[in-house]
Each structure stands twice: as C-alpha cells, then as structure tokens.
C-alpha cells in the first residue's frame, strides 16, 4: 500500500473515533444513507427496479453486474457515512463520474437496456453532485491538513 493510502486510511480511521461533532454538515451523512440505501436495494432486488425501467426482463449477467454495482454503492455509501473524510468522498465523487461516463457508453451499445443505463447514468451523476454540493456548502471544512494543523495548535 503507498504511503497516501496509509495516511488516508488513518484520516478514515481517525474520523471513526472522534469526539465532539462530525466535520461534515448532516447533508454528507443524508447522500451517504441514500446512496446506502440505493445499493441495498440494487444487491437484494436487482430485476424488478431493472426491468421496471428498461420495460423488460434482464439477463442474468445484468442482474449479476447489477449486484455487483449495488454492492460499491452499498459499501461507498457506508463508508463515506461513517467516515466522511474528504478524500474518500472526493474519490467516491470520482468513482460516480467514472461509472455515470461508463453507463453512457454502454447505453450507446445496448439499446436494449439503454433506457435502464440512462436512468443509471442520471442517478450517478446525482449522487456525485449531492456529494460535491454537501462537501462545498460547509464553510471551514477543510482537507485532512488542515484539520491536522487545527487540532495541532489547540
């Protein structure tokens, strides 16, 4: 692991452990239980909210993909919620920009899902703004230096 990923974990780490109120404004916490909730719902019930929108049964490699995809939004959503540590809500924000740009591809290569892809591209593109609005609205919520320098000269 690099040095970057050890200092990032600790941040996260650190984070679990504190005292005293979140650094983050509730609204981080609020997208986090969404996007939670979101994925909990692709992992356990993937065909009808697929097929709901796609307006017709799915294979069983899309549901699969689906499961998989509901899984990092589950797991991103808990862990943003936990410890919502700048970095990892910027990387989750990153990661929402990746698969919202793969779900537009894919859309332009499966017209028989397209519709379903769509709708995936929109919500990921959502949730990645919800995010980045939640980690900008909250005035003196600075990266993980600057809180350090702060603590530091308490």
Request: glycine share 12%; charged share 15%.
């Amino acid at each position: 692991m690099t040095a970057s990923g050890r200092a990032l974990l600790r941040s996260a780490a650190g984070s679990l452990g504190q005292v005293g109120p979140a650094p983050f404004p509730f609204s981080v916490r609020l997208v986090s239980a969404a996007r939670a909730s979101y994925g909990l719902a692709l992992l356990c019930a993937p065909g009808p909210m697929i097929t709901a929108v796609a307006g017709a049964p799915v294979s069983g490699r899309v549901l699969a993909v689906a499961r998989v995809l509901g899984g990092r939004q589950l797991a991103q959503g808990m862990i943003c919620g936990l410890a919502p540590v700048r970095e990892l809500v910027e990387a989750g924000v990153a990661a929402d920009g990746l698969h919202g740009a793969s779900m537009l591809v894919l859309a332009g290569a499966e017209p028989r899902l397209r519709r379903a892809l769509l709708a995936e591209t929109v919500i990921a593109a959502a949730l990645a703004a919800a995010a980045a609005v939640s980690l900008h609205r909250q005035p003196g919520v600075a990266g993980r230096a600057s809180r350090s320098a702060s603590q530091g000269s308490r």
